[in-house]
């Protein structure tokens, strides 16, 4: 008679032995089960990195939102655990600072936070920290009426309700506050002397006002909150979902607030598509080298902010701005825009003239056409700030003009009118002669400077297809001068390069400039400057923001890059 013994075969590694390969099976019944104890090792196998990538690439989930009315004014949620790319992100970001790390960024956040929790009783280590959950969020409810206070709160996720309660109880004992026990809808909420109301709602603890906590009560209850609100998806409709923050303003509730109780006084901001309700998003993220922020704000279909919009994702002149510019915003279109708004405003003004009143009776007093003489021939306009020391700073205004002999004559003009008021201004005539004086290849350049007590004088120069008002001889010869623009500077096209293409460039700074120029007005020698300022302004490089029109929405990026 044969012995019949189990034969264990050797198991696949996490597969406990025994579960395949027995010979006292029936036949075919051994293969059968390898192959379904493989399987479920690749199933797992498969689902454990799928996890993995879920927790690696998703990013963090909004709860707080949950219990955000539908119909709030405002809201803004800070994760404070992000997703593994943006702790990364950070992590590369804080090498370049005093910190270094995360664990020490927090440190220096607690002690921090130290200072003013101590006034009130508490200790962040010991008394917050413990239970502190994932992020913190706040809103704000439209107001009743115009003379009513606003309503809302705060939302601090808790993991700990129990050691949140402790930390509210020596809160109150610390500052003898009294407290009276209420309901609303079953749910418990708490009233202190102040007049602040505290309860907890799902995974949070809410801070805040009656009105605001029983309209979280209703929308946790309801299940009808602003995540579900069709305003709220369209406004944060393609910004990036891997973030730190978001926030949302939503003023149309507000808006018909002022129209219905504003009165007389709201009626030229009605007439001018002012109070038309709008809302508005923005997110903050980061990058191994920048934090950014987008922003999206829908465009009015009429009225004045419909023309201002205009402005936004137009190519400009910021480019052409001197070459050792640090600091600069775009105006385009500010000619046309500001055609616009004066044919609207003008009829707001003063005994109703109407637009064309309204120029007669400044062409009369300064001899001055508005729309022919100084916003007919204005095209864009650019800011700027040059110079990184006290002897050659300076900066001001560049204006392209349509029309040279009109953008002469408007300077002409304008001189003429300063020196009627006294004003201690004098004609000069520069020569370019390299670096020194102003002018261009050779060219005579004719323009004013006005004395306003300052170590240099104001200049106004017309000079081809440019007019510049600007501080000091440097900052005037730069601008006027077309051989070298800021548009070809490393360190700018560096820093565009930080934003997608199809953005437009509306306001930069190089921040190591700016740097400078503190230093050398004596920043340096402070203690403050050196030991709490200095450390975290070194590592960064620039602030740049960009624009551009997307349908009926604008959307602006900014960009604040390290080195």
Do not use: C
Request: cysteine-free; glycine content about 10%.
């Amino acid at each position: 008679m044969s012995d019949v013994r189990t034969q264990t075969v050797g198991a696949p590694p996490g597969v406990p032995p025994g579960l395949v390969g027995t010979d006292d099976l029936p036949p075919g019944r051994p293969r059968r089960r390898r192959w379904i104890a493989l399987a479920l090792v690749s199933v797992l196998l498969v689902g454990g990195v799928a996890y993995g990538a879920m927790r690696l690439f998703s990013h963090a989930d909004d709860h707080a939102i949950d219990l955000v009315p539908k119909r709030s004014l405002a809201y803004a949620n800070v994760f404070l655990e992000p997703s593994t790319a943006q702790r990364r992100a950070i992590r590369d970001l804080l090498e370049r600072f005093p910190v270094k790390t995360p664990e020490r960024a927090q440190d220096l956040i607690a002690n921090l936070l130290d200072e003013p929790l101590s006034e009130i009783g508490l200790q962040f280590e010991r008394d917050v920290q413990p239970w502190l959950g994932d992020q913190i969020a706040g809103f704000a409810l439209p107001p009743q009426s115009l003379e009513a206070d606003l309503n809302g709160g705060v939302l601090i996720a808790t993991t700990d309700e129990d050691a949140t309660r402790v930390a509210l109880e020596k809160y109150r004992r610390k500052n003898d506050l009294g407290t009276e026990r209420s309901t609303y809808k079953d749910r418990d909420l708490e009233i202190d002397a102040d007049g602040t109301v505290t309860g907890f709602l799902g995974s949070f603890l809410f801070v805040g006002t009656r009105a605001g906590f029983e309209a979280a009560a209703d929308a946790e209850a309801s299940g009808d909150s602003l995540e579900d609100s069709a305003r709220y998806e369209r406004a944060v409709r393609g910004l990036e979902e891997d973030r730190l923050a978001v926030g949302y303003l939503d003023t149309s509730g507000f808006m018909r607030l002022l129209r219905r109780e504003g009165g007389p006084e709201v009626l030229p901001l009605r007439r001018l598509g002012l109070t038309q309700g709008q809302t508005q998003a923005a997110v903050m993220y980061a990058t191994s080298k920048a934090v950014i922020v987008d922003q999206v704000s829908h465009v009015p279909q009429r009225g004045l902010g419909r023309e201002l919009a205009r402005i936004y994702g137009e190519p400009g002149i910021m480019e052409r701005l001197p070459r050792d510019a640090w600091a600069a915003m775009s105006l385009p279109n500010v000619g046309s825009v500001g055609k616009a708004i004066f044919a609207q405003a003008a009829a707001f003004l003063p005994g109703g003239l109407g637009p064309a009143a309204a120029n007669e009776r400044i062409r009369r007093e300064t001899g001055l056409d508005l729309n022919r003489d100084v916003l007919g021939w204005v095209e864009h306009a650019a800011l700027y700030v040059s110079g990184t020391n006290r002897v050659d700073i300076g900066g001001g205004v560049l204006i392209s003009s349509s029309d040279p002999r009109a953008s002469r004559r408007a300077v002409h003009r304008m001189a003429g009118l300063l020196i009627a008021e006294g004003a201690a201004i004098e004609q000069r005539t520069w020569t370019w002669r390299g670096n020194v004086d102003i002018g261009n290849d050779g060219r005579d350049t004719k323009g004013y400077a006005l004395d306003i007590g300052a170590e240099e004088p104001v200049h106004l120069v017309a000079d081809e297809d440019r007019v510049v008002l600007a501080y000091g001889d440097e900052a005037t010869g730069q601008a006027i001068d077309a051989s070298s623009y800021m548009g070809d500077g490393l360190e700018w096209l560096e820093s565009v390069k930080t934003l997608e293409k199809d953005y437009v460039p509306i306001f930069y700074v190089d921040l190591q400039s700016a740097r400078a120029v503190l230093e050398a007005f004596g920043a340096d020698e402070e203690d403050v400057y050196v030991e709490d300022v200095e450390p975290w302004l070194r590592p960064l490089s620039h602030v740049i923001s960009g624009a551009r029109r997307d349908g009926d929405r604008v959307r602006i990026r900014t960009v604040i890059g390290a080195l």
